[in-house]
């Protein structure tokens, strides 16, 4: 049985109310962000029900399934480059290497081994998912690498006089701090089923699927994440420590 919740009116009516408590809330709290989150609550509306209706279309083609996920890694790519050089251009775009790097293997490894069936209504919101992961580790990464280097440039000044190299003086300092960019997905596996019950896991169970299954997928979600943003954490550090993402 399908349990999604209904569209109509209704569905609607609770979501301005939510948007508007929210922003009532945070403008009384004297926090200043009551405009900006109805705005990104309306944004969020129309960007979801345009990509809702172009998704509809792109699942009946692989090729178009195959450039959407192209378009959404650029996108990731772009995002995390602002997040870590203040630009999407110059350096910035070396966050296509961390993104593609990560993503590519895991995804290219679940439907070989027929895991994830290779039908687009399967293989899309899983690569989402490995893009949307891999861009924050990216992003977390490069700007607590960068941040660090910049506090502590004493003592990578001090590294390079004892004699090491350029990227290993780098890596001393900010290899600790980029490590940060795995715990939210160290967190989230970690709790999962005690604190929260993740996307994958209400989708599928909103969908009509048994409990198991919907853990199953979930458990691959998770561990896929695992492996696709320690690899963008691992790419992102040698980038930052070798001056290319600066």
Request: a positive charge; hydrophobic letters at 60%.
């Amino acid at each position: 049985m399908n349990a999604a919740p209904e569209i109509g009116p209704v569905l609607a009516l609770v979501l301005a109310a939510l948007a508007a408590f929210t922003a009532l809330a945070v403008r009384a709290g004297g926090l200043g962000l009551g405009r900006d989150i109805l705005v990104v609550a309306v944004r969020a509306a129309v960007q979801l029900a345009a990509v809702s209706l172009l998704i509809a279309a792109v699942l009946r083609s692989a090729g178009w399934t195959a450039v959407f996920i192209a378009g959404m890694v650029v996108v990731a790519a772009a995002t995390a480059g602002r997040r870590i050089t203040g630009s999407a251009l110059g350096s910035g775009w070396w966050t296509l290497l961390p993104i593609v790097a990560g993503v590519a293997p895991v995804l290219v490894l679940l439907v070989a081994s027929t895991v994830v069936p290779s039908r687009p209504v399967a293989v899309l919101p899983i690569a989402g998912i490995f893009v949307g992961g891999a861009m924050s580790a990216t992003g977390l990464t490069g700007r607590r690498a960068l941040d660090e280097l910049a506090t502590r440039r004493g003592e990578y000044e001090a590294g390079l006089a004892l004699g090491l190299l350029p990227r290993d003086a780098a890596l001393e300092v900010c290899r600790p701090a980029a490590a940060l960019g795995l715990f939210p997905v160290l967190d989230q596996t970690r709790t999962v089923g005690l604190v929260t019950l993740p996307g994958a896991f209400v989708g599928v169970l909103l969908g009509g699927a048994d409990p198991v299954e919907a853990g199953a997928i979930q458990l691959l979600v998770l561990i896929g994440l695992l492996a696709v943003e320690s690899i963008a954490v691992l790419i992102t550090l040698e980038l930052v420590a070798t001056g290319r993402m600066r």
